[in-house]
């Protein structure tokens, strides 16, 4: 599958997943390779040949989102777009997917290996709650919860206002150690994937996998930071059958 990734955590063996990079597709620059977002101004007929060539390799059932960087968790359904920014799935076949180019897409799933979920988690979703809201929605206890955090934007990358960092400084205090001082006054660099952990570990959820790889630094993802015309990656995660 080209240099797309596998996530390396110890998800039961009847969960599959995979994150996508910009190998293996057809779009032309700026989205050369395998953009998979129809919103970006791509031609829709790469994007639609590029989907279709992930799910004949990976033979499961995409369930695309219109993400809005919001909270809403649907039920991951393949034969419709839901505004969202999460979905689950307990049905063989069926990938929750989410796409991303900075965010941080997060994949979730129990232990039992009967349910998964996905989110797409830019610094609003984040704030705003929408990991707590795919845990409600998976209802699962949180020692019985999975996660595994995507690619997304570094530390090194991802400078913020100091409006970002109150957010999330005001619900946890020890978010305050995902940022440090930037070189603009006012500005401060954040680590996405502590901020994640610290989110998490409040709901009680402590098996949490993944983190640092940087779309900004990395050439096989897509960054909108890097380049604002760009393609969308997507990470995906299914039941086998």
């Known amino acids: ?17 995979c994150v996508t990079t910009r190998s293996g597709g057809v779009s032309v620059p700026p989205y050369e390779g395998l953009n998979l977002g129809d919103h970006v101004g791509d031609d829709p007929v790469s ?22 960087h919001g909270t809403s968790v649907v039920e991951a359904n393949p034969w419709q ?3 969202a920014d999460a979905s689950w799935s307990a049905t063989s076949g069926i990938a929750c997917t989410v796409m991303t180019a900075d965010c941080l897409p997060v994949l979730f799933c129990d232990r039992a290996g009967t349910r998964v979920a996905a989110a797409h988690a830019g610094w609003r979703g984040l704030a705003g709650g929408v990991l707590e809201a795919t ?46 001082q930037g070189e603009h006054p006012g500005k401060f660099m954040a680590d996405i994937y502590a901020l994640a952990r610290i989110r998490l570990a409040a709901q009680g959820v402590e098996a949490v996998y993944g983190g640092g790889l940087c779309t900004f630094n990395d050439p096989r993802f897509y960054s909108y930071r890097r380049s604002a015309q760009t393609g969308r990656f997507a990470s995906l995660i299914w039941l086998a059958g």
């Open 1 to 17: 599958m080209h240099d797309w990734l596998t996530p390396q955590w110890p998800a039961p063996g009847r969960v599959k997943s």
């Open 47 to 68: 994007v639609r040949k590029n989907r279709e060539r992930l799910t004949s390799m990976l033979g499961c059932k995409p369930a695309w989102l219109q993400q809005v």
């Open 81 to 83: 777009v839901d505004e």
């Open 135 to 180: 845990l409600d929605v998976l209802a699962v206890p949180p020692e019985d919860v999975l996660v595994w955090l995507g690619p997304a934007i570094g530390p090194d990358a991802f400078e913020v206002g100091s409006e970002v960092r109150d957010a999330f400084v005001d619900q946890h205090a020890q978010a305050e150690a995902a940022f440090v």
